[in-house]
């Protein structure tokens, strides 16, 4: 090929080029000496701002460390607080446990004090005769048992003091099946606030105690000083002193009644009524507070804070607290879960004076009898037991057990009007229409 030569139009396309670089390049150097000075004034106001924020942001930290140096010195005072404060608990308990006076306050500790004695049938001993020891239903093992220990359980039952005790399995099946509940029953004195115990043991049942109680705390005097008998009224003492009437109810009218061996209380009300007879005394028991009609469900003060005007006057039914038979019609009702009266032919919860009627021995004779007791001649149609009803069941006492009924006739009858019962033992009755 030939070589072509340059033409004209080359050259002129040649220097039009280098004419146009360096203007381009030229605008490219303005455009970017312009955009600089931009990015530094910006950088410049950044510095700026930071250098105004530091000294905030130093102020915050500053307030910060302030607080959490308030805030641990908040928390090592109240740790010291509550130091100082377990100290003087753990003083005040020292304290308390260094006291072996004779003056017996059962508010802390003898709501706890479940004890009842039993027969080998299960029934609640009154008298002063021998019977199991139990605490909330078990036994009582022997280890560490003393006559400190025997007189004080005696007294939270009402008791004036132990006669004897001794331990063995002596029940058959009825003691062994049950639980042992409490061991290394200790006392100090023949107070029960002295005593210390453990629920947890290593016995076996011929270490269970059985106890002898005698005598009692509580009587009735005249105004002359005398022993009130039969069914009347008397200002109650409890060894020699007067009961202030604070919590006082009924329930604690029947409880006290039983332990001096009536069979429950008639009436009760305070006064000052025997002059000098009564204001020589001085009071021994105030906050007498019973959650039902026996005294092992008491608990009391021996220290006070009442006038002679509070002591407490009561009337005791005579008798044993159970029924040898009925006199005159019992007072039977069925109501259904709000109280009221039962509709007829419906079932409903078996009512004695007010309370429930528990299953023990009770059948049809039972059943039968009762239903006629309560206007049905045809009798019963069938019985069951259980807690039915909430709360208007169980807030009721238990006032009959051991119903056992030789025939359909309410006179072939017997009961108990204690018990050792629960509201799962309930009788609901449908009588036939």
Known sequence: MEKREPEEDDYEEEEEMEKREPEEDYEEEEEMEKREPEEDDYEEEEVEEVEKREPED?????DDEIVMEKREDDSEEAAAEDKEEKREDAHAEESAESESNEVEDLDARAIQARFTLVDYRGRRIYGQREGLLLFHGGTVCDDGFSWNSAHAICRTMGFAHARRYRSGLVYGSFQSRKPIRLDDVVCSSSHWSSCRSTAHHNCNHHEDIL?????????LRNRHGGLVTGRSEGLL????GTVCDDYFNMNSAHAICRVMGYSSAARWRHGQLYGSQQTHRRINMDDVRCSYSHWNYCSYRTSHNCRHYEDVFLTCQPGRPRSGGPRGRPSFTLVDWRGHTAARGCEGLLLFAGGTVCDDYFNMNSAHAICKVLGYPRGAIRYRNGHAYGSMQSRRR??????????????SCRYHTYHNCSHGEDILLTCRR
Do not use: H, K, N, P
Not at 58 to 62: G, I, M, P, Q
Not at 237 to 240: A, H, I, P, S
Not at 398 to 411: F, L
């Open 58 to 62: 130093e102020a915050l930290e500053y």
């Open 398 to 411: 238990i006032t009959m057990d051991d119903v056992r009924c030789s025939s359909t006739r309410w006179s």
């Open 237 to 240: 003492t409890y060894q020699g």
């Open 211 to 219: 106890l002898t109680c005698t005598g009692t705390g509580f009587q």
